[in-house]
């Protein structure tokens, strides 16, 4: 399609303005100041049983109302998105820090945080895992009743003991990777009351309402019409909003009190309570033939996945299929293992297992390519997945990969970067300049797994067309990038399309905002839906305009004929039609990718429909004295199929670039350490190097107008960049994330540099 | 606790009301004055969403006492857009997409303002360094100094013209 009005058009988010008026309203600035304050009294320890919980004198506090525990709780004391391991209300023991002991409604924060330290509970310690290695070991404390090992994923075809055999060049290396919290800017909030026809209403924070829905309502033991959650405009999420948060704990107080409440985190409750991304360790071993052309992957994994399971077994699973990296790789034995311990519990943020395993399999590719003399561009084209290619699961695909092409966007701006750029005198002489690259794959949509999405479009007898979807826009952009798709199909500009989204009373499930998944299979949805409408609409105007279809168009809320556009019928009077014939005023659309599960044994089958690809390259300067590494430029390739808005792809990019960024030099979570901003280091403007992104199409067939996801590919190839370039820069690889001063320090001391400059 | 009485000027008008004597100024001015526009994110003065402008400064709102805000001159992000017009910082934030989830926005416009009002030819450096307190965790920041730039710009022709 060349000729499209919307799709790839730079226009304005259908909400931005209210933001850019400040009058947004955020779930904290929904709440009437005088509902109730609720507060979690939390564990404060890692490991113990309860022996007793004592409220009575919390509860004779002034201004205090309520205090719950578990036995208030109606139905499932349990969340979780795929297991449901995880008690709203602690049940006899605590497993990690954040666990809620009680839950505190009262008139003021004061007499909320007073009833807090009122509440009386008898512990008795038990011994805390920190470390999942040592869960796994033999006699380990369990910290579940079933023991510590959650999953285990196996991922092999072929045999890779001979392919190591025959190998040109084997690399067999460690490599461990931090907790990240995700630090979206609005900690969690929520507020909730009863409406006047009795139904639990929530509004909240929240990636996925309709899951939110389905977790509260088997926690109340109602059914779901009698819980309605809307989705707050919600200030960014990044994978930490898909658990449930305040939501259960606000309706367990509104169904006992009748009465409005509300449950805002402070920034170092949602630290403490909310999921991180796995740390992992991860061991792995790769082989090329003489060409650098890959042989075999083996590798283990083993994931911290903390006290609970979240997404922590999609987590496993994506975490190995993808360990192959975005390659042809005829040989693999990869396994990942999801371990219980004390830690919080960590889930689903920005990829899924993919950063931490982009990290081990791209600075192989750079080992490789040192050992061979080849330049890392080239061996990762050369490696790079084309059609045909079969990958570790034993899926064959065809379409839509567009590596190749990212490469070869990045290899002019690389080969300039090494000629003339690293070889000029740094802007301070203990500085050295590096440059490197990192690739990555990103399966689009859940793992192994359907995962259908939903939509309607209506339109109603004065001509207005409105959109429902489930999906939540969590700052991302999909409310614009669906209008933009059924303007597109209806002829009408995307400003002028009405919007309801990510409300359960009005809309049906469009699962999360996560796995970069929306655009793809909300998209489809969204589009589906329009094109039902878009034919209907042509259908009745054959009859009213007598003209063939085929010479009919949509056009501005009208359907015209194409060779003569004055002799048009407007949407109104189309609609009107539809309704005294009976005939539909809604239409439904659903979409759900083709996958099949993966075998239990070897991990074959079909994980994903398709795949987004890209390509970064990171310049740096690393002060060997210091160790601080300045990023100064990223040039960013990505395949997303069709980009449906540029101007939002770009906002990505740079914005998944920085989370890369952070995750390769500065953030690390740790316990009882970084537990708020203040030790808990982001990068701030200062730090941002020049970001360059590239839009690659390789349309993807199954894709609406081609198009695959950007989310969480933006970040994935950033660490490995800029680790690739310190390398190149002080000739010294680090293996642990972050990249911070003490390590690069460290790598500097080993590499000769720091001693060279006296220090 | 007894209420203390605060005066001042917000947005151009003047304004009273009721306080408690250990109320942060970015609650008087959520909850008081209905200034929703004014975020809390981290509350330990890290993160720049409460940034207001003070006495022609930027400050964060959750470090302050609202008892300081007692004749002052305040402005929030309510206050940008006049008789209708949205201010060049808001038109600028949108053209070149430098809103994504949103909540640090106004701090940031705050900040922005605040600069291009002492130094209405800042240099990208300045813009830079000037905005450097505030955490976007979205866009990556490239949107927001090239938003910043433009507004200046457009702003330098608006007085000019």
């Known amino acids: 399609m060349t000729d499209a009005k919307y799709i790839g058009k730079d226009l304005i988010h259908p909400r931005i303005w209210e933001k850019a008026r400040g009058e947004a309203l955020f779930a904290a600035d929904l709440a009437p100041a005088d509902c109730l304050v609720l507060k979690a009294l939390r564990a404060g320890r890692h490991h113990a049983e309860i022996v007793s919980i004592d409220c009575a004198a919390a509860e004779k506090l002034p201004g205090v109302v309520r205090v719950f525990t578990a036995a208030d709780i109606p139905g499932r004391n349990a969340m979780g998105i795929i297991n449901k391991d995880h008690p709203v209300l602690a049940v006899g023991k605590v497993r990690s820090w954040g666990d809620a002991v009680a839950l505190v409604a009262a008139e003021t924060e ?48 072929g045999d890779v003991d001979a392919a190591f055999a025959q190998a040109h060049h084997v690399v067999e290396k460690s490599y461990k990777t931090p907790f990240i919290e995700h630090c979206y800017m609005e900690p969690d909030a929520g507020f909730g009351y009863m409406s006047d026809d009795g139904v639990i209403t929530i509004e909240v924070c929240t990636q996925n309402p309709h899951y939110d829905l389905g977790d509260v309502s088997a926690m109340m033991g109602l059914p779901e019409e009698k819980i309605r959650v809307i989705q707050a405009v919600t200030g960014g999420g990044f994978g930490g909003k898909l658990d449930i948060s305040v939501q259960g704990y606000i309706a367990l107080a509104v169904h006992h009190l009748k009465r409005p409440v509300r449950y805002f985190y402070n920034k170092e409750e949602a630290f403490l309570a909310t999921c991180k991304r796995h740390p992992m360790w991860i061991d792995i071993k790769t082989a090329v033939d ?23 077994i999609a987590v496993a699973t994506r975490a190995a299929v993808h360990a192959t990296g975005p390659y042809d790789v005829p040989n693999t034995d990869i396994e990942a293992l999801e371990v219980y311990t004390n830690n919080t519990f960590t889930g689903a943020m920005r990829g899924f297992g993919t950063p931490q395993i982009a990290f081990a399999y791209e600075s192989q590719m750079d080992l490789h390519a040192q050992a061979l003399g080849l330049d890392p561009v080239e061996i990762r084209f050369r490696n790079a997945l084309r059609p045909g290619a079969i990958l570790a699961t034993g899926q064959q695909v065809e379409h839509s990969l567009g590596l190749p092409d990212c490469l070869e966007a990045v290899r002019p701006y690389y080969n300039e970067a090494v000629a003339k750029w690293a070889k000029e005198t740094p802007s301070s002489p203990s500085r050295r300049r590096g440059v490197g690259v990192g690739a990555m794959w990103y399966g689009v949509g859940n793992t192994a797994a359907q995962n259908p999405s939903t939509a309607q479009i209506a339109i109603d007898t004065e001509g207005a067309v409105t959109v429902f979807t489930g999906c939540a826009d969590i700052g991302q952009g999909s409310s614009l990038v669906l209008l933009q798709m059924a303007g597109e199909i209806l002829g009408i500009h995307p400003d002028k399309l009405k919007l ?22 909300s998209g489809n949805a969204v589009c589906i839906a329009t094109a039902s409408m878009a034919d209907m609409l042509l259908t009745r105007a054959v009859d ?61 089958g079909v994980p994903y429909a398709t795949y987004a690809f890209a390509c970064q390259m990171a310049q740096v300067e690393v002060d060997v004295l210091t160790g601080e590494v ?18 939002n792809l770009a906002g990505q990019i740079a914005g998944g670039v920085a989370i890369g960024q952070g995750y390769a030099l500065l953030e690390e979570f740790e316990m009882g350490t ?24 390789a349309h993807e067939p199954s894709g609406p107008f081609g198009a695959k996801g950007i989310g969480e590919p933006s970040l994935i190839p950033t660490a490995p960049a800029i680790v690739n370039a310190i390398d190149m820069a002080l000739g010294q690889r680090i293996y642990a994330l972050p990249a911070s001063l003490e390590r690069v320090l460290e790598a500097s001391k080993a590499a000769g540099h720091f001693d060279k400059f006296g220090g | 606790m007894s209420e203390i009485t605060i005066t001042l000027t917000l947005n151009g008008e003047s304004r009273e009301g009721r306080a408690l004597p250990a109320q942060t100024a970015v609650s008087f001015l959520r909850d008081v004055m209905g200034q929703k526009s004014v975020k809390e994110g981290c509350g330990i003065g890290e993160c720049g969403a409460c940034t207001i402008i003070f006495n022609g400064k930027a400050v964060n709102s959750c470090l302050m006492p609202a008892a300081q805000l007692n004749g002052a001159v305040v402005e929030t992000t309510e206050g940008l857009e006049k008789n209708g017009q949205p201010h060049p910082l808001q038109e600028a934030f949108v053209k070149h997409n430098a809103i994504q989830c949103g ?33 976007c965790r979205c866009t990556g920041y490239q949107q927001i100094v090239d938003a910043v730039m433009d507004a200046s710009e457009v702003m330098r022709k608006g007085a000019a013209s």
């Open chain 1, 290 to 312: 003489k060409d650098g052309k890959l042989l075999a992957t083996k590798c283990r994994i083993i994931e911290d996945g903390g006290a609970y399971g979240s997404y922590g």
């Open chain 1, 110 to 157: 004061e007499a909320a945080q007073a009833a807090l330290r009122a509440i009386k509970v008898e512990w008795k310690e038990l011994p805390a895992i920190l470390d999942p290695r040592e869960a796994l070991a033999e006699g380990a404390a369990k910290i579940h009743a079933e023991g510590n090992l959650l999953y285990k994923r196996v991922v092999k075809r």
């Open chain 1, 630 to 647: 300045d990023v100064k430029k990223v040039v960013a390739a990505h395949d997303v199929g069709r980009a449906i808005s540029p101007i």
């Open chain 1, 544 to 604: 009213r305009l007598k003209v063939a279809k085929d010479d009919l168009e949509l056009h501005d809320f009208t359907v015209r004929q194409k060779s003569k556009p004055e002799h048009s019928i407007s949407f109104a009077k189309l609609a009107q039609n539809l309704h005294h014939l009976g005939l539909p005023l809604t239409f439904s659309g659903f979409f759900d990718p083709v996958t099949t599960p993966l075998t239990p044994e070897d991990g074959q």
């Open chain 1, 500 to 521: 309801v989204s990510a409300d359960t009373k009005f809309t049906t499930n469009a699962g999360a905002s996560s796995a970069s998944r929306q655009t793809y299979i």
């Open chain 2, 103 to 135: 909540y640090c926005s106004p701090g940031f416009m705050m900040n922005a303002k605040a600069l291009l009002d002492h130094s209405p030819s800042p240099s990208r450096e300045e813009v830079t360094k000037a905005l450097a307190g505030n955490i």
């Open chain 1, 674 to 697: 970084t537990e708020s901003l203040k030790d808990y280091h982001l990068a701030t403007t200062t730090d941002m190097p020049e970001v360059v992104p590239i839009l690659v199409e």
